[in-house]
């Protein structure tokens, strides 16, 4: 009945397809009038759109027009003219939804529709990509379209250099970059001390290129600013050591899970070897004292048995590097935490870097769900709409592509044996490359590669390999794939940005070939040659059966296999898919491939046979199924976690960006301070307590300790009929009026600069404090379960807990040290009356006390007077009343020790 209803009323996004169709007829009846516009006249155009948006148009009146206008643009420029497809694309991600287009239908150029027309406020654009090479080139390339219509353009790449360049690429009105970079830059921005220091400008509107890879692949790691913490090298060596003796069967391996957990047998053989090796405190394995022992462990198993060399990760020039398992490009400068790294680093004898405590961080779920409008592009995101209507609130609609497709996917094979798969494999490639048709070969992991690369330079098959090891060559190597009789072997070929065109990249060949100081017709010539060259291989190529693409392994994203399908068959050409299996891959083999394996042998399968069964594609299709369930789950989860964060995060990045704006930040150092004497009182003269209940010891000292005073709290609460409120009413007074003397004197433009930095550089530290408390609470959350309580819960309840702990850890930690600072500047203003007088051989007599009496004499004053004051003897032991070690003839109190 469905597959009926659809046939006559059509899908939900057939429906809104041709909602869009009379804004596109528009776009297409204005073009006429804008071919015959000089380019000046054309470049115009954006300054009167801007003036009618600033006079009130919205975006949405000036759609058509600003369409049209980069169409033109596109055509002078880069001699492309945008498809009507193309034009739907563009109106979607305007929209704030994610076009689904397949792969050579041009998404890189659609994006200058909606980049274009979101830029026109002049409060910038953000153009994601998933790599630096990518956000470069389509800067340059799609940069010739903006600078001809009059508008900036700027790329953030990953280099050391920080500072101008990247303000001055954010100011611009369209700026390219990586997730990772945007992300850092706005956790790097919200550590800086002034609003001049800060790199971004908001976060208005973003389109995200690969938005699946970017959103859902990459969203499991949270984006993470880092320090370091003590080197423990030395743990992790001798800890990587014990873990070759332990049995097999003293741990559990769960690779659907990714977990790998010491059983009781194991965990008595841990404590024998700890034991025996004086690594061992207290009683047992799991006494307080050897968490961190025990932690460690864990990860060195781990390390060993759930991430392998080549697959998780590559050693290059003596570091580990980690592999992203969905696209197989290396990750510089990501690494594992929690130990993680350093237990992998160990167990590769590599030099260890120190682990790092975190500083800032933020998961690119939230970090894009602070823009206000969001859109996203990419071959493949309808098997994961639900996720993106979920957490990013994006619908997805599916763009028809602009000529029909003509690829042929064909059914799975699946063999018994990997070794029997290769070999099929082998003799298919071999076969094809005879008959000059290109093959873009896929595996899942870089050892895979390398050994199938091995089996065809054994047999004499010429090739090339594209996986991590080869990152730098990744667009050469991709540009010539659709040439007849290449064979391409990559390593998830997810995301790769660069088209696979059949005869070849004509671009690619122009930059590779054609030297750059070649002018006139000498290159016009050399340009039509390569042409005429590339036209003769597509050709040929066509004759072949078109691009092949050949699997070696289902991924365990159907996404990613999809992608892979979708590098062949662009733009109408012709192509083929067809994926290899075997019963011992790493998804069939935790899916049940040991008993189809022992199913095929019993019915007598023979060596190198293949199955054939819609059925067991069925069967592969519902593992990844569980497999993406799973990974949803898990970031969920994350996302869930991180939400409780995230609250805090924009409270204190906003409360921060608000100090860092304001001149004058004193009527909030004043609030804290009186916050912070109310604080003191409800502590310690509790509401409806009597007086004799009162602890004025403790208030005493907390006093002198936060606010660095000594008040008469004894003979205050000594007079009859005083109340909580009288207490607090006085000691508010009294800091009031040590602050005011204390700041005598001192510029005021100085003063509140002071307190700004202090306010600032207080904030970030116990925000830092914040987070690792948060990381620890994380980390063992999960235990509260055991006990029948929600973990999620739980987190929730303790985070809150925490976050009201800083709070007060903040107005405390201000005033203190507020307090403080004035403290240094008046003792280090008498040390330098007192220099001055010695020098003039004047008698020093004896100031009279004022206020200033109830300046404590205690830690508070004499660790700030250390700090100020740049004597070469210690007081610490001296008596006030004892001569002052300087020589002067004093009495201490009245010298070095005064405090008046």
């Not at 080139?137 to 379209?145: H, L, T, Y």
């Not at 590599?350 to 690119?364: F, G, H």
């Not at 003799?427 to 048709?437: F, G, L, Y």
């Not at 790769?496 to 059949?502: A, E, F, K, M």
Request: hydrophobic residues 35%; proline residues 3%.
């Amino acid at each position: 009945m469905l597959g009926i209803a659809k046939k006559i009323f059509g899908t939900e996004n057939d429906r809104k397809l041709k909602k869009l169709r009379p804004l596109v007829e528009k776009i297409n009846s204005l073009e006429p009038d804008f071919v015959k516009l000089t380019d000046d006249a054309l470049r115009l155009k954006t300054d009167e759109y801007r003036k009618r948006y600033a006079d009130g148009e919205t975006l949405d009146d000036l759609l058509p027009e600003a369409f049209a206008t980069v169409r033109e643009a596109a055509k002078r420029t880069l001699g492309q003219r945008h498809y009507d497809v193309q034009l739907i694309g563009g109106l979607t991600l305007h929209r704030g939804e994610i076009a689904e287009m397949r792969t050579g239908e041009g998404k890189t150029l659609v994006s200058t529709l909606a980049a274009y027309l979101n830029a026109i406020p002049g409060r910038g654009v953000h153009i994601v990509t998933v790599n630096d090479y990518l956000a470069s080139r389509d800067a340059q390339w799609m940069g010739q379209v903006y600078n001809f219509l009059g508008m900036t353009v700027g790329c953030v790449n990953d280099h050391p250099a920080y500072g101008g360049g990247r303000q001055q690429a954010y100011a611009c009105d369209i700026t390219y970059g990586t997730n990772n970079e945007f992300g850092f830059d706005y956790l790097r921005d919200n550590m800086k001390y002034s609003v001049e220091e800060m790199d971004q400008r908001g976060h208005v509107y973003a389109i995200i290129d690969e938005i699946d890879s970017i959103l859902i692949d990459e969203a499991r790691t949270p984006l993470i600013i880092s320090g370091p913490t003590d080197d423990k090298s030395e743990l992790y060596r001798t800890i990587d050591g014990i873990i070759p003796s332990i049995d097999e069967a003293g741990y559990e391996l769960d690779e659907k899970q990714r977990t790998a957990t010491f059983n009781e047998a194991g965990n008595e053989q841990i404590e024998n070897i700890l034991r025996e090796r004086g690594l061992l405190s207290g009683e047992g394995l799991y006494d307080v004292e050897n968490v961190t022992v025990v932690h460690h462990i864990n990860q060195a198993l781990k390390a060993h048995k759930l991430f392998i060399r080549d697959k998780d990760y590559i050693v290059k020039e003596g570091e580990v590097v980690l592999i992203d398992e969905f696209t197989g490009r290396m990750m510089d400068g990501r690494r594992l935490s929690e130990g993680l790294h350093q237990a992998i680093e160990a167990k590769e004898n590599v030099d260890i870097k120190p682990e790092n405590v975190t500083l800032a961080s933020v998961t690119l779920q939230n970090y894009f769900r602070l823009y206000e409008k969001l859109s996203g592009m990419t071959g493949t995101a309808e098997t994961e709409a639900s996720e993106f209507a979920d957490i990013y609130k994006l619908e997805v609609l599916v763009i028809p592509t602009n000529r029909p497709i003509q690829r042929i996917d064909e059914e799975d094979v699946i063999y018994r044996t990997e070794a029997e798969k290769f070999k099929a494999i082998v003799d298919e490639i071999e076969r094809c490359a005879k008959n000059k048709q290109p093959m873009l070969v896929g595996t899942v992991s870089i050892e895979k590669s390398e050994a199938l690369s091995a089996y065809l330079t054994e047999r004499g098959v010429e090739h090339r390999v594209l996986n991590a090891r080869f990152h730098e060559e990744e667009a050469s190597i991709v540009a010539q794939a659709g040439v007849p009789g290449a064979v391409t072997i990559a390593t998830n070929m997810a995301g790769r940005g660069t088209d696979i065109q059949l005869g070849g990249n004509l671009d690619m060949r122009i930059e590779q070939e054609v030297p750059a100081e070649l002018e006139g017709g000498d290159r016009e010539r050399a340009i039509d040659k390569i042409k005429d060259e590339i036209a003769a291989y597509k050709d040929e190529a066509l004759k072949a059966g078109g691009l092949y693409v050949l699997a070696t392994e289902r991924h365990e994203s159907r996404r990613i296999d999809n992608q892979l399908r979708g590098r062949t068959g662009r733009q109408g050409d012709p192509g083929r898919s067809k994926f290899y299996l075997s019963t011992e891959d790493d998804l069939m083999r935790i899916f049940g491939g040991d008993r189809l394996k022992s199913m095929m042998g019993k019915m007598g399968w023979e060596e190198g046979e293949e199955l054939t069964n819609r059925f067991m594609t069925k069967a592969v299709e519902r593992a990844q199924v569980r497999v993406e369930t799973r990974n949803f789950d898990i970031r969920k989860n994350l996302l869930k976690y991180d939400d409780v964060m995230n609250d805090q995060r924009k409270t204190i990045f906003e409360q921060r960006m608000e100090f860092m704006t304001d001149d004058d930040v004193s009527d909030v150092v004043e609030d804290f301070r009186h916050q912070l004497c109310e604080d003191l009182i409800d502590e310690y003269i509790p509401k409806k307590a009597y007086a004799e209940q009162w602890n004025i010891k403790g208030l005493t000292e907390e006093a002198k300790e936060a606010l660095a005073m000594e008040l008469p709290f004894d003979a205050w609460a000594a007079e009859e009929g005083i109340a909580d409120e009288e207490m607090l009413t006085r000691l508010k007074t009294a800091t009031d009026q040590a602050f005011t003397q204390l700041s005598d004197g001192i510029d005021p433009d100085e003063l509140h600069r002071a307190e700004k930095q202090i306010l600032l550089q207080v904030i970030d530290k116990n925000w830092r404090e914040h987070l690792q408390q948060l990381d620890s609470l994380k980390s063992v959350i999960g235990m509260r379960a055991y006990g029948q309580r929600d973990p999620l819960n739980e987190y929730k309840s303790e985070a809150f807990t925490l976050f009201d702990k800083l709070l007060t850890s903040l107005r405390e930690d201000v005033t203190k040290s507020v307090m403080r600072l004035l403290l240094n500047v008046q003792m280090q203003r008498q040390e330098n009356q007192l220099q001055a007088q010695q020098a003039q051989q004047a008698p020093a007599a004896p100031s009279a006390r004022g206020p200033m009496d109830m300046m404590t004499s205690g830690p508070v004053a004499a660790a700030a007077a250390d700090q100020s004051v740049d004597v070469d003897f210690d007081l610490t032991d001296v008596s006030r009343n004892s001569a002052c070690p300087c020589g002067s003839g004093m009495k201490v109190k009245h010298c070095h020790g005064k405090l008046t």
